[in-house]
């Protein structure tokens, strides 16, 4: 019967594997949090991204549409012979039949038309946007 020995090198770990073991540590949460740092700063701007993608969505729509009226609060017009209104409904620009929401979190909104562009001013947190969504 072979006897086992309680102490020798092949039992525990010696002070370089726990050094590379801590090195390893180290090296995997600084990635970690500049990983982090990185996707929050991704995240401020989602507003402004989604302003983006649904103004972008409001001009194509109208791009097609026909018997344009714009009013200071919505506009109608029809597309396949059916007749939809953007306007604003509980804080949500929105396409009605139906609920298609472009922007979200508005506090106040105004078409206008000068020449032959459509404008649209909205409100967001204190800050009023402008731009131009049909020429």
Known sequence: MKKRKVF???MG?????????????CLAS????NTMKTLKKLTINTDRI????????LSLFLALASDMEVSSDQISYY??????????????LMIQ?????????IDMIEFYQEEDQIILVYKRDNK??????YY
Do not use: W
């Open 8 to 10: 020798g090198p092949k």
């Open 13 to 25: 770990y010696t002070l370089i594997e726990c050094l590379i073991a801590l090195m390893i540590l």
């Open 30 to 33: 600084s990635i970690y949090l």
């Open 50 to 57: 989604q302003d983006i993608n649904g103004i972008h969505q």
């Open 79 to 92: 597309y396949k012979d059916e007749c939809f209104m953007i306007s604003l409904v509980n804080d949500k």
């Open 97 to 105: 039949p139906g609920t298609n929401i472009l922007l979200l979190n």
């Open 128 to 133: 009023e946007m402008r731009r131009v969504i």
